[in-house]
C-alpha cells in the first residue's frame, strides 16, 4: 500500500527520527517507529489486569472490603452532609 504523509511537522519528526537513529531511508523510519509503537501498545497492561493485581495484593495483605457503603462517611468528610 502506497502512502503518501504531508506536513512539515512530520516531516521534521522523521528527520528527527532518522538523525537519532542512523536511518537513512525515511520509509524505515516509519516503519520502526510505528512498529516500536505497536510493540508497546501490545505490551502493556489492561487496566483491569493492573485492577486486579493491586486487589490481590490488598487482600494478601488484609485489606478485604466488608459490604458496607462508606459513601455517607465520604459525604461527611467533603462537608456533603
Known amino acids: 500500500m502506497t502512502m503518501l504523509i504531508k506536513g512539515n511537522e512530520i516531516d521534521d519528526l ?4 532518522c538523525a537519532m537513529t542512523g536511518v537513512k531511508n525515511k520509509s524505515e523510519a516509519v516503519r520502526q517507529a510505528l512498529a516500536a509503537q505497536i510493540a508497546a501498545l501490545a505490551a502493556k497492561e489492561s ?12 487482600a494478601a495483605s488484609g485489606i ?5 457503603d ?9 462537608g456533603e452532609d
Open 47 to 58: 487496566l483491569a489486569d493492573r485492577v486486579a493485581a493491586i486487589q490481590r495484593r490488598a
Open 70 to 78: 462508606d459513601k455517607a462517611f465520604m459525604d461527611g468528610m467533603w
Open 64 to 68: 478485604v472490603a466488608d459490604g458496607r
Open 14 to 17: 522523521v528527520a528527527k527520527y
